[in-house]
């Protein structure tokens, strides 16, 4: 009996330590960490601006890196598309169209996994799962590739500690000596203050707030604004944007700031052309849709306002940009056909990052003539609100940050009702839609074959 008691007690002991084992290799295989769970996630969502001399204060390259911010990336990417999100991506996934180029949001599940990381001391994990690190050619890289035509604007110094500076610059030239048809555009800074004695940032500290850009000569409505941290445009390849012979470039309003250091910089200005002897088949445009009726009190909160605009032919929008300030955290777009009215879009909003939001060829809402669309924009002038320096104060309608803008700037491009029709077989063709079948964004989708 005493041998079958010892034998069984060995038994049981040695069956614990099995429990125990698989229970650790189990724990171990769900253990989220750095090099197989968060790495991968920074390289696609934030190294392209935490990185030395991009856009970030702080570089995000290495389990170095981006340890000691662990909590702080826990915190900022659980805010989803509120004010102060990361990665910078504020449309609603609740709502409306979410099928956009280059979207740079996070999953439910990858937020989840960095908050996992955080509260678990940020482990580095097994250094073999670490993907390969992302190779950054240099910043003076482009992401619409390497330029046909680059142009430069005039330079501009700003002192360390400056009063903003809103203006024009002189028209520069582009050179060109023929007509060309541009298939993409992207604006960036060339900014010299690194070497310059000051504040100690990995970021780029840029002075350029934004530029109101125009091209002579120039038909097809307007030409994209340069803003700090906007991506590049890539326009319909259908409607390429004519730049003609002899043209000049003219930035009418500019908005300067300081950045704690001497600093001299300039815009540059890249073009990507259609091959000579393409012809745009339909007509790019510039749609703006808002307000100069801003009535902003100080110490509210929940402020609501909009604006409309009835659509004089088919129009299919490629781009969706809300644009306000400070005290602006919210808008929508809105399309009413008939009877139906459909939340495009809601996106919230962030001063600190004006973005831009292209649509899937296949999701670019396609709204018929007559169509009425609306943007609502919400603010708040409260402490909340850590964009708004002093919430006491009333404001309206103005250029600086501390005044208030309400506009939608959406690019799109313009179509006859033959070129209408087209688009709407093709995308149902593309969504293989049944009869009677719908879209969002295309209220025709289902009434037409």
């Not at 060995?10 to 069956?15: N, P, R, S, T, Y």
């Not at 769970?37 to 920074?42: G, N, Q, S, V, Y």
């Not at 008939?338 to 670019?364: F, I, M, P, R």
Request: glycine share 8%; aromatic share 8%.
């Amino acid at each position: 009996m005493r041998g079958r008691n010892v034998i069984g007690g060995i038994a049981v002991f040695l069956g614990a330590g099995i429990a125990l084992t698989t229970s650790f290799t189990s724990a171990q295989a769900n253990e989220v960490t750095f090099t197989k769970d968060i790495a991968p996630i920074l390289q696609r969502s934030c190294q392209s601006c935490h990185r030395p001399d991009s856009v970030a204060p702080m570089s995000l390259l290495t389990y170095e890196d981006a340890r000691p911010f662990a909590k702080a990336i826990k915190e900022r990417t659980a805010l989803r598309h509120r004010r102060g999100a990361m990665p910078p991506w504020f449309i609603e996934k609740e709502i409306g169209i979410q099928k956009f180029k280059d979207d740079i949001s996070l999953t439910d599940a990858e937020i989840t996994r960095i908050a996992r990381w955080a509260d678990a001391g940020a482990p580095r994990g097994n250094p073999a799962d670490l993907p390969p690190a992302r190779v950054f050619v240099d910043n003076a890289s482009w992401q619409i590739g390497t330029p046909d035509l680059i142009v430069n604007s005039p330079s501009v110094e700003m002192k360390a500690v400056s009063p903003d500076y809103w203006g024009a610059l002189p028209a520069v030239p582009t050179g060109l000596t023929e007509d060309r048809y541009v298939a993409a555009m992207e604006i960036k800074e060339v900014n010299y203050s690194r070497n310059k004695t000051g504040r100690a940032t990995v970021g780029g500290l840029f002075v350029f707030h934004h530029a109101v850009v125009t091209v002579s000569g120039s038909p097809g409505g307007g030409w994209p604004v340069h803003e700090v941290g906007r991506n590049a445009d890539i326009f319909d390849a259908q409607a390429g944007k004519l730049m003609r012979a002899g043209s000049a470039i003219s930035l009418p309003s500019v908005h300067l700031h300081s950045n704690g250091k001497d600093t001299t910089a300039k815009l540059q200005f890249g073009f990507k052309f259609h091959p000579v002897g393409y012809k745009p088949q339909i007509q790019s445009t510039l749609i703006s849709i808002g307000t100069d009726d801003l009535d902003i009190p100080g110490g509210a909160s929940g402020i609501k306002q909009s604006a409309s605009m009835t659509l004089s032919q088919p129009t299919k929008l490629t781009v969706f940009e809300p644009h306000m300030h400070a005290t602006g955290v919210r808008m929508c777009l809105e399309a009413t056909y008939g009877s139906q009215t459909e939340t495009l879009n809601c996106s919230g909003y962030d001063h600190n990052w004006v973005k831009t939001y292209a649509y899937e060829q296949d999701a670019s809402p396609l709204l018929p003539r007559g169509t009425i669309l609306k943007v609502t924009g919400y603010f708040d002038n409260t402490p909340a609100n850590k964009n708004v320096v002093d919430p006491r104060n009333w404001s309206g309608l103005g250029h600086r940050s501390i005044d208030n803008m309400l506009v939608m700037i959406a690019q799109g491009v313009n179509l006859t009702e033959e070129q209408f029709d087209r688009e709407i077989t093709a995308r149902r063709a593309a969504l293989k839609l049944a009869e009677g079948q719908t879209a969002p964004g295309c209220p025709l989708c289902g009434k037409r074959q």
